[in-house]
Nanobody, 121 residues
């Protein structure tokens, strides 16, 4: 069994910062890509940022220059530093990871339960 547990969400004023963290645990052989997605009110879930095992990153255009994703392969964690937050960043943020549970297993996507980020104007 694999679990992803997020932490760090909350309420912040526009212009403020938050740091989200996500820890993967359970029967993990290898984690490939890790990422953060978000779903705002009345919107579809969208990619925020993702990072490969080697550290290559991709960001949504709307967060480039404001958000930074990082990971610790030894600890199976991924973090998202969010600066210069604005009300449009309000959403439930989900951690995602591609995980192999065995040497010969395929890469399967796992999701966290989500953490609410609310940015007030």
């Amino acid at each position: 069994q694999v679990q992803l547990v997020e932490s760090g969400g909350g309420l912040v004023q526009a212009g403020g910062s938050l740091r989200l963290s996500c820890a993967a645990s359970g029967s993990i052989f290898l984690i490939t890509v890790m990422g953060w997605y978000r779903q705002g009110p009345g919107k579809q879930r969208e990619l925020v940022a993702r990072i490969s095992r080697g550290g290559s990153t991709n960001y949504a255009d709307s967060v480039k220059g404001r958000f930074t994703i990082s990971r610790d392969n030894a600890k199976n964690t991924v973090s998202l530093q969010m600066n210069s937050l604005n009300p449009e960043d309000t959403a439930v943020y989900y951690c995602s990871a591609g995980i192999k549970v065995g040497a010969l297993s395929g890469d399967q996507d796992y999701w966290g339960q989500g953490t609410q980020v609310t940015v007030s104007s």
